[in-house]
């Protein structure tokens, strides 16, 4: 069973940064394709980042040139570097795994990631 837990999240003051850290266990980390979503309240969950198995990235355009999406396969592990945040990012973030298509850059709908973590909340103060 593959197990993704998020890690990072916090409170921050608008323009600050934080780093969100997502580990998987239980599969084959380096073959996946790796998503960060986030949900607000209220608000449905949104594509935020996506990395494949070969390094693509891909980006929502509200966080292009702010978030930053890497992956480690020596520590299967996924990160999402947040620079320059601003109170709208506000939400829990969620890392997801897509295993069926880890070769494909631009995949937003969560529909497509078969697995999931708890998530992990942040909130950016104004």
């Known amino acids: 069973q593959v197990q993704l837990v998020e890690s990072g999240g916090g409170l921050v003051q608008a323009g600050g940064s934080l780093r969100l850290s997502c580990a998987v266990s239980?599969?084959?980390?380096?073959?996946?394709?790796m998503g960060w979503f986030r949900q607000a309240p209220g608000k449905e969950r949104e594509f935020v980042a996506r990395?494949?198995?070969?390094?693509?990235?891909h980006y929502t355009d509200s966080v292009k040139g702010r978030f930053t999406i890497s992956r480690d396969n020596a520590k299967n592990t996924v990160f999402l570097q947040m620079n320059s945040l601003k109170p709208e990012d506000t939400a829990v973030y969620y890392c997801?795994?897509?295993?069926?298509?880890?070769?494909?850059?631009?995949?937003?709908?969560?529909?497509?990631?078969?697995?999931w973590g708890q998530g992990t909340q942040v909130t950016v103060s104004s």
């Open positions: 990395i494949t198995r070969s390094v693509d990235t």
């Open positions: 997801a795994a897509d295993v069926a298509r880890p070769n494909i850059r631009n995949l937003r709908a969560p529909n497509l990631y078969e697995y």
């Open positions: 239980g599969g084959t980390f380096s073959s996946y394709a």
